[in-house]
Structure formats: C-alpha cells, structure tokens
C-alpha cells in the first residue's frame, strides 16, 4: 500500500517511464513539471502491506460525532472530542480541524490524508497535547516491552496569533528558525482520564515517559516523518506533542506584517494527521534529516533508506540535483538554498522518498525599541533588542558608540540628530540590520538668566 502526499496512479522504477525523464532536472515532454512534480514520475513516502492498521484508532480523524466550529478556549466546546477516540490530552487547549466545519485561514489545509487534523502550541510553560487510550474500548492494542515500532506522521506548521485570525500572509513560519523536537509520550499499565490537569510538559508529569522523538523545522509544506523506538513497558496510553526541551524562541511571539500593512504577532503552531503507529517492519519508509543552516554555510541533508533500496537520487523542490546519488548531500557546499530536499531511491520495484525541510536564507528583521526619542542634553536613552529568535550582533548609536549588549542605557551629550542602527544574526546563522535615520534627537541644555534689579520706592 502506497500513501503520499502526490495523487498516485501506478508505480514503477524512475528509469522505465516513457516520457519524462525523472532524474535529469528536466522538462523532457514540455508539461512544465519537472521530475517528480510531474505525474508521470510518481513516488511514495512509505510502503506498507494492504490494509495495514494503526495501532491508534482514528489516525487520520476522519471518524466524527460532530464539526468543529471554533478553536478551543476555557468557554469552548472541546472539539477535539469529536474526532472519536481523540481528546484534549491535558489541560492546554489543543485543536481539532475539519472541512466539515472549521478551517481557518492561514493554515496549511486540507490536511494530506482525508478532511482532519489536529493543532497544538509547543512552547516553555504552556504544551497543547493530543493523547488516546491505546487499549479502550476493545480491542486492546498495547505497545509491548522489547518489541520496536514506528509512529509515521504528517505534520506542518503556520504562524498563529492566538485566535487563529491571522491573515495567510502573516501565517508563514519561516520566521521561526529553530526545530521542534516533536515527542512521543508513552504511559504503561493504564488509560489514563483525559485531560490531565496540566499546562507544562507532559513528561514532568509522574509515569509519562518519552518513547522517541524526530527533529522538524516549521514549514507551511506537510512533511511526513517518523519516530522509531522499543518501549521497556507495556504502553497503554500515548500523547503526542512538544519534548520539554522546545526552544525558548518558541516562547516569543514575531511580529509580522501582510502587504496590507497589518501587523500581528504570532507563534509557532503546529498540525498533525495520519499518525501510522506499527510495529516497525510493517512500514518502509526513508526518514531524512537536515542539519545546520543555509547563511551558516553548513547546511547537510542525509537520508536513511531501507538497505535493500538502490538508484538513490536527490531532490530541490521535486527537481534533480543532477549527480547527487549518495545518501548525504552537501547543501551548503552545494551553494543550493533551502526547499525541501528529498532523496528518492528504487525499493522492490517502487520508488520510494524521504524528505525534510531546510529554511532558505532570510535575512531576520530587527526590532529595536529605544525611549525616550527626544529631549534636552544630557539625555539618556534605554536601547532594547526586541527582535525573537536571535542575537545581538551590534547596536551603532550614531555618536561614534558601538556595543554588543542586547539591552543598555547611552547617554547623549551633545544636541543634534542621531542615527541608530541594529544588526542581529538568527539561528540559521542569517543576519539582518535595521538603521532607523534621526531615531533620537537631542535638545540643547536649556539654560537660565537671572536679572536682579532695586525695587523701585515711593519718595
């Protein structure tokens, strides 16, 4: 059984198709789709036999006693509930979508397995989970210890505000360089009453363990991953979600703004389907992973195709990467940019890919905060770098001071007009500047006359 997120029609080795050559970076029969964006080059994420069931019921949250008509809040209906099988897993108010009913704008939907998906938050102090009982109602279908299993997921992210208001514009999550560790939390021995009375990680919670983990980077494309692991006890109920170590960038909102000129700020937010929980054999997949960054210069994909997979060829984007047949490519030594980066390969006859998502360049935008902007000299004026998800390069205060800080008191002595300028560097190693022209202007020092003349007297 084939599931990907291409429409898929057959399946066959990429070097016997008729027209379309899907390995040369080509449009060889001039349908202006190139290799594996063009149906004639069609290839799977996993291969898996007929049928195959998951050991979370509901997996793609299709199953339904109602439409979702809202995100969640503490006055809400707990819409997750449904998706049947599925709940709010603690008490951090993690969302369920549907095309039935709620779909807001912004986010990446339809979703890549059916009309459903669920959303969370991950951030320091404040976790949105979903969980399911594995072994209720019947029939049970515990994880057993020393066996290994795969958890395969779709997931992807947006930028949300909130309230999930946030224009399509403003929901790009290319903001946020850093990765999600995105987790699977494991409880033995028992169906634990959803939800659990917390907002922080589950795993500070007693008898939630982390069974295994996969690194994304935000991307508004659906990226399918897994996570591999062998439970040391029988797992009866799971959660699925933010690790406790999400970066503390994930915490601080970006403020973007739309062509429109309408700025918001938003958080990282996440959506899932399609969680494929088996035990490992059953699913034959190519998980790929990226490391480093495009402007760090550092930038490597690598691939882990089964053993048996041959004809392995890298992808940008669905095109070639002509001569790139190794299981790791050098990006950055490449000079290519960010995209997602696919490794297809020839597996039983199928052509079978993995892919991960690399954040191009971008250049950050700071956001330097300074008060007060104007006054008499000597004015001391308060600098703060406000920009998420980076560091302070340098601050030029426009008077021959330069400094590192991210926050810091200057004092003006002299009257006039100052520019100032901010630079900062990301996590992805992209550095950006702002210079904000006569940002602090001071007055001369005022100053006093005092005349001191006879009263004048009646004679």
Request: with cysteine; hydrophobic share 40%; proline share 9%.
């Amino acid at each position: 059984m084939l599931r990907t997120l291409w429409t898929l029609t057959f399946v066959v080795p990429l070097s016997v198709l008729a027209q379309e050559v899907c390995n040369n970076g080509i449009d060889d029969d001039n349908n202006g789709l190139i290799d594996l964006n063009d149906p004639a080059c069609p290839c799977a994420t996993v291969v898996e036999p007929p049928a195959l069931q998951s050991y979370i019921r509901n997996h793609s949250f299709e199953d339904q006693m109602c439409c979702p008509f809202g995100f969640v809040h503490p006055f809400s209906p707990p819409w997750l509930s449904c998706a049947s099988g599925w709940q709010q897993a603690t008490s951090a108010t993690s969302d369920y979508f549907h095309e039935c009913g709620y779909s807001p704008a912004g986010m990446p939907l339809p979703p890549p397995d059916g009309n459903g998906a669920v959303g969370f938050y991950a951030s320091p102090g404040y976790f949105e989970y979903v969980g399911t009982c594995l072994t209720f109602p019947a029939p049970a279908n515990p994880l057993l210890a020393g066996t290994t299993y795969t958890l395969s997921l779709w997931i992807a992210a947006a930028g949300a505000d909130g309230t999930h208001a946030q224009s399509p514009e403003q929901a790009d999550p290319s903001v946020f360089v850093e990765q999600l560790p995105l987790a699977l939390f494991g409880y033995a021995n028992g169906c634990v009453p959803f939800p659990i009375a917390t907002m922080d990680c589950i795993g500070y919670e007693p008898g939630w363990n982390e069974l295994g983990r996969v690194m994304v980077q935000p991307s508004w494309q659906w990226q399918q991953v897994s996570i591999t692991f062998t439970p040391t006890e029988e797992i009866h109920s799971v959660i699925i979600g933010g690790g406790c170590d999400v970066p503390a960038s994930f915490g601080q909102g970006q403020w973007v703004t739309d062509s429109q000129g309408n700025t918001t700020s938003v958080s990282p937010y996440f959506l899932v389907d399609d969680l494929m929980l088996t035990i490992a054999q059953d699913q034959v997949l190519t998980p790929v992973t990226a490391v480093g960054g495009i402007c760090a210069g550092d930038a490597v994909a690598t691939a882990v195709p089964p053993a048996s997979a041959t004809g392995h060829q890298w992808y940008l984007d669905g095109v070639a990467v002509v001569g790139q047949t190794g299981l790791t490519l050098p990006i950055s030594a490449l000079d290519l940019d960010g995209g997602m980066y696919t490794l297809a390969s020839t597996y039983a006859g199928e052509c079978l890919m993995g892919s991960t998502y690399v954040l191009p360049a971008g250049d950050p935008h700071p956001l330097p905060l300074l008060l007060p902007t104007q006054g008499c000299s000597p004015l001391t004026v308060a600098f703060s770098d406000t920009t998420a998800s980076t560091s302070t390069v340098q601050w030029n205060l426009g008077d021959g001071t330069f400094a590192t800080d991210s926050t810091l008191d200057h004092t003006y002595w002299d009257a006039g007009s100052y520019d100032v300028r901010l630079t900062v560097i990301d996590g992805a190693g992209c550095q950006g500047d702002t210079l904000l022209v006569d940002a602090v202007t001071v007055h001369p020092a005022a100053t006093g006359l005092i005349e001191a003349q006879p009263a004048l007297t009646d004679t």
